[in-house]
């Protein structure tokens, strides 16, 4: 049978660098978590990226989110922890290294994983569409001085203007949950541009 | 001769209570306010902070934050602790701060969780801080605001009541002074009779009772005023006066005066018995009797001195022991010695006699 995976993620993993909303803290408590067996299986994302979702084997909570391009061996690797926050599902990734990735040390020491939230718009059968939190707005939020919530400003080496700026949220899980508790509902905080698409492989 | 019984009757106000008045809350002043508020601003500010720098929102946030905290401090400063805390209705104000911190710590999470994005539209905030955080914060501010205002209070009440004391030691000095100054003409015209007496007769002791009126008067000027003075320079003021007397009285008159088991340094009211030697000189020995006498006798012990002076009396005067030399004397002692000293009148048939026991006081009493 054959099934189409939508699932969405910025096209590719640089792209997703650059537009998603950073947390050092996951979105999410152990009380928060569900687990959806429809979402373990092989997905194509809309542009043709390839997904295989597992279980980890650890946990019954946790998704391995691996994603495919050229070889055989995953290039990325995310653990995705499904949630409720008031009766809203969301999507919390985090990133993990590879087997060749694990191997480079001294590279994966100056590495701080993050957090980074997306809302899960709708489960069926054979796809999944999630939005993410939009950077954008985010951004726009903490430069006009509109928005009070924990966070650090990183500057690249050879940043050029204050879009290269990186805004990583230090908030903590009871403040990242009560803010998109209170916001998630804003019409830019989810919009349809940060969608993804994911359709079931058939 | 003038009579002691003339001495003027001084109304001084005996017994005078200070009413102290309440201390005027330095918490409310300006500069105080303004020096907590701003303290307390930049300590939130610092704790409220997101990030390493301090943003517009931050500032924002912490006043409108603080803002609430006031209503907490404010109803505790200006309401809960005059009516209830300084009028001592303690459990009352305990429930009243508890119920006043609850409420305002209700009203700050539901400001920052619904209130504020109707204030301050644009503005994205949230409860940041639970219950229990908030009741803390409330808790430990109110408690911090009371303590320093009772702490100012206290210091406003010390100084009031060092002031009053001032006040009070002042107006007891004055008026000892007041009444010791009625008794110095009495002894001094007395005095100047006795000379224009050896004057007139010409007599060969005039010298040496101008040596000790001049003696008098010299311990009068640089003693009297003291609050206290040693009994043997009390003493030796009543040798100079009874040799005065001597000269007026009849040689028959028999004149004791006890002395020897006394303790010279032994702290005493400057010019307190000589109203009273006065008195006795004046009624005893003007009778014409053969019998006439005046005895006067002192002791010092450890704790207190004790004084007994009796004198014999004519059957037709009238009792003294209202007179205004004793009166005189009676408000003095009040002002110095309070309810710590005896004075006891005894009028007898013949005799008339004057017993005074002193405490040990010293000047800071």
Known sequence: MKRVLVFFFVASLAILQGCIVKSLHPFYTPNDLVFKKELINHWTDQDGNHWQIVPVKESNVSYELRHYKHSEQPEEIFIAHLFHLNNQLYLDLFPVANDSQANDMMFNMHLIPAHSIARVVKISGNEVQIRWLNEKWLRSLFTENKIKISHEVVRDVNVKDDSDLNYVLTASTEELQKFIIKYGDEDDAFIDDNTVWLKLNR | MVEVESLNQTESGRGHRFKLSLPVSLFKSVYVQLAFWTSTYFVLLTIFSTSSVWYHIDYLYTGIFMSTMMIAVWMNAYLLIPRMLQQRRYLIYLISVCITIIATVYFNHLLFDKLIDYILPGYYFIAYYSLLD??????????????????????????????????????????????????????????????????????????????????????????ASKRFVPLGAEVEMIRNYIGLQRY????????????????????????????????????????????????????????????????????????STGGVGLRNIRMRLDLVYKEKYELNIVEEETNFSVHVKLPRLYEEN
């Open chain 2, 134 to 223: 908030l009741l803390k914060f409330f808790g430990v501010l109110v408690a911090l605001a009371t303590l320093i205002q009772l702490t100012m209070e206290w210091f406003a009440l010390q100084e009031n009541t060092q002031s009053a004391i001032l006040l009070q030691k002042e107006k007891v000095t004055a008026e000892l002074q007041a009444l010791t100054n009625q008794v110095n003409p009495h002894f001094l015209f007395n005095s100047l009779s006795v000379l224009y007496s050896l004057a007139l007769r010409e007599s060969r002791e005039a010298p040496v009772a101008i040596m000790q009126l001049s003696d008098m008067l010299k311990y009068v000027i640089y003693e």
């Open chain 2, 248 to 319: 007026r009285v009849h040689v028959s008159t028999k004149i004791e005066f006890l002395e020897n088991d006394i303790d010279p340094s032994f702290p005493v009211m400057p010019m307190v018995f000589l109203p009273l030697i006065e008195n006795s000189f004046k009624h005893g020995t003007h009778s014409n009797t053969n019998d006439a006498f005046v005895s006067i006798r002192m002791k010092t012990t450890s704790d207190d001195m004790e004084f007994s002076i009796t004198n014999n009396r004519m059957l037709e005067e009238s009792p």
